[in-house]
């Protein structure tokens, strides 16, 4: 039967946040974090803010990733970020794959499969954000976008490497709508996601993957959604750019966990 981890938490702040902002929400964070222990704490400010959130965050568990990054280590790509930039900032962790970067601004799976290698060649651990769109789901095909972006996501990774990558499974018709999938929606999808893993890595491999839920995530729905077996934490958008929501649902996620355990 699989163990069950704490809770990760991570807060995707998007284009949110100036640099004084950022230092003041970092600090209520991490003054803060203690109180949600034992959910692990991750914040992705804006390029512009991970520096100084690194300096706030410094000493204290929360961890600190961005939002993107591009895939070759350096050369002539204005406007572009290095996964080793963002080593020298500070991260441990970065989102690859998020529906508005895939949707917004055309980024493929092969792109998204790029940036995740790219992620663990330097040392990063990557969230990959998979997820369909509403016409998607009410066409039936929510399995098949799952297992292709899954898949091209995970190409060519060595079976150590994919230890080190985090799942997100944020669906695209929940995210900044106010509309939640259901616990058992989000379930249905995450025990796909590691019934897949397992056929690709083995059954020990899927019942350690950190496979997160995104999308309306707030305190009050956190518990419910933890409270199913294949949901390992949340990545949260609107509601982690206040410190008291995203440590309520930290908060209410570990209250969850320590039901289950």
Same mark, same amino acid.
């Given at each position: ?25 970092? !600090? ?15 914040? *992705? ?17 929360? !961890? ?21 930039? *963002? ?18 601004? %055309? ?5 998204? !499969? ?8 330097? %040392? ?6 998979? /997820?369909?769109? *509403? ?24 079976? /150590? ?14 995210? %900044? ?34 496979? *997160? ?15 199913e077996r294949d949901i390992d934490g949340f990545l949260v958008g609107g509601a982690s750019l206040e410190a008291e929501s995203f440590l309520g649902i930290a908060r209410e996620a570990v209250r969850a966990y320590k039901e289950v355990l």
């Open positions: 039967m699989r163990r069950r981890s704490a809770p990760f938490v991570a807060g995707n702040w998007k284009m949110y946040k100036t640099l004084p902002e950022a230092a003041a929400l970092a !600090g209520a964070i991490r003054e803060a974090a203690p109180g949600a222990a034992p959910a692990e704490l991750v914040v *992705l400010p804006p390029f512009t803010s991970l520096a100084e959130a690194a300096r706030c965050l410094a000493g204290s568990a929360v !961890g600190l990733g961005a939002q993107n990054l591009h895939w070759e280590s350096q050369g002539a790509f204005t406007g572009e970020i290095s996964a080793a930039m *963002l080593v020298d900032a500070g991260c441990r962790y970065v989102a690859v794959g998020h529906s508005e970067r895939r949707h917004i601004f %055309g980024e493929s799976d092969a792109d998204a !499969g790029r940036k995740v290698r790219a992620a663990l060649k330097a %040392g990063l651990h990557p969230i990959l954000c998979v /997820g369909e769109t *509403l016409e998607e789901r009410e066409a039936g095909r929510t399995f098949e976008v799952i297992n292709r972006q899954l898949m091209a996501g995970l190409e060519g990774i060595e079976d /150590g490497l994919r230890a080190r990558v985090i799942l997100a499974y944020e669906p695209v018709w929940a995210i %900044g709508t106010g509309r939640t999938a259901s616990p058992g929606q989000a379930e249905e999808v995450h025990a796909y996601i590691r019934g897949r893993l397992a056929q690709k890595t083995g059954q020990d491999g899927a019942d350690c993957a950190i496979i *997160l839920y995104g999308g309306s995530v707030k305190p009050a729905n956190a518990y419910s959604l933890f409270k």
